[in-house]
């Protein structure tokens, strides 16, 4: 699985940004997807995973109400949705790939990982 991700930018606090990330490959329904951040100095830390039905969401607490991750399998693309962005969300964003059952949180049990994708938020 190839996944390519994109929709990164810099925008001000309050502000909203869409990421997307593409598969390409093996089959695309199959995998549980997940978007993982890391800022300058911290460690890559987990966002959000969506199961390979997309009847199960899952989010981190520090974006939980204001992220939304969803899926489109016929494009065999995974959207987040961030609103309200803060600095603290800075970062490069990261989408991945585990194939299986589960949604995992953790980045070690992801099988797959894009390039990332910049999101820089302006105070």
């Known amino acids: 699985v190839q996944l390519q991700a994109c929709g990164g930018g810099l925008v001000q606090a309050g502000g909203s940004l869409r990421l997307s990330c593409a598969a390409s490959?093996?089959?695309?329904?199959?995998?549980?997807m997940g978007w993982f951040r890391q800022a300058p100095g911290k460690e890559r830390e987990f966002v959000a995973a969506?199961?390979?039905?997309?009847?199960?969401?899952y989010y981190a607490d520090s974006v939980k109400g204001r992220f939304t991750i969803s899926r489109d399998v016929a494009k065999n693309t995974v959207y987040l949705q961030m609103n309200s962005l803060k600095p603290e969300d800075t970062a490069v964003y990261y989408c991945?790939?585990?194939?299986?059952?589960?949604?995992?949180?953790?980045?070690?049990?992801?099988?797959?990982w894009g390039q990332g994708t910049q999101v820089t938020v302006s105070s």
């Open positions: 490959g093996r089959t695309f329904s199959r995998y549980a």
């Open positions: 969506i199961s390979w039905r997309g009847g199960n969401t």
């Open positions: 991945a790939a585990h194939y299986g059952l589960g949604v995992p949180t953790t980045r070690s049990e992801y099988d797959y």
